[in-house]
T-cell receptor, first 116, second 117 residues
Framework: DTEVTQTPKHLVMGMTNKKSLKCEQHMGHRAMYWYKQKAKKPPELMFV???????INESVPSRFSPECPNSSLLNLHLHALQPEDSALYLC???????????????FGPGTRLTVL | AQKITQTQPGMFVQEKEAVTLDCTYDTSDPSYGLFWYKQPSSGEMIFLIY??????QNATEGRYSLNFQKARKSANLVISASQLGDSAMYFCAMREGTTSGTYKYIFGTGTRLKVLA
């Protein structure tokens, strides 16, 4: 089973709203990722959690706040977003095995976010 | 500097024909992984195939094969017997280590493939 789930599928929010995106995997993966993807562009890495600790923050504005409550769950808290933050937000996970090996990243279906 | 280069923004292929999507990469790390993902219009990124830098043979997964030429730093995806459902965006990606010990996955700009009936 290589399933990563994300909720909600679609989200519309105003610039003053607070909302959260949720991502879950039950593959025993130890690394979880948030990406932002604009139309016709590749995914842009935002955050990486490794063994439940924030390992990489790609200089993401503080209006995006990640959280990893446990090894299976990853949240992205959104506050005071701008219209240009409208995008597809993808979550992914990987085994994070030593020396990489066949370590493969699996993606969830994404959340389409619209900021009005 | 671009680490993953996909030079074909768009490609057309006739149904049942084979098609090759190009990908070149740049790394000084002797240990790396190369991946291809398919992204239909629904948005989900679907893992297709993996090639490790030390693998001696080219990877194959059903109708997908990866033409790995290490000296040329290329990892082209070959799709045989194209189907209408293959129409999608295809991304080449490379896994590389970081100073934090976590892996990052670097993506190319993608190739949009359209299969014609």
């Amino acid at each position: 089973d290589t399933e990563v789930t994300q909720t909600p599928k679609h989200l519309v929010m105003g610039m003053t709203n607070k909302k959260s995106l949720k991502c879950e995997q039950h593959m025993g993966h130890r690394a979880m990722y948030w990406y932002k993807q604009k139309a016709k562009k590749p995914p842009e890495l935002m955050f990486v959690y490794s063994y439940e600790k924030l390992s990489i923050n790609e200089s993401v504005p503080s209006r995006f706040s990640p959280e990893c409550p446990n090894s299976s769950l990853l949240n992205l808290h959104l506050h005071a977003l701008q219209p240009e933050d409208s995008a597809l937000y993808l979550c992914a996970s990987s085994q994070e095995s030593i020396a990489g090996g066949t370590d493969t990243q699996y993606f969830g279906p994404g959340t389409r976010l619209t900021v009005l | 500097a671009q680490k993953i280069t996909q030079t074909q923004p768009g490609m057309f292929v006739q149904e049942k024909e084979a098609v090759t999507l190009d990908c070149t990469y740049d790394t000084s790390d002797p240990s790396y992984g190369l991946f291809w993902y398919k992204q239909p219009s629904s948005g989900e990124m679907i893992f297709l195939i993996y090639q490790g830098s030390y693998d001696q043979q080219n990877a194959t997964e059903g109708r997908y094969s990866l033409n790995f030429q290490k000296a040329r730093k290329s990892a082209n995806l070959v799709i045989s017997a194209s189907q209408l459902g293959d129409s999608a965006m295809y991304f080449c990606a490379m896994r590389e280590g970081t100073t934090s010990g976590t892996y990052k996955y670097i993506f190319g700009t993608g190739t949009r493939l359209k299969v014609l009936a």
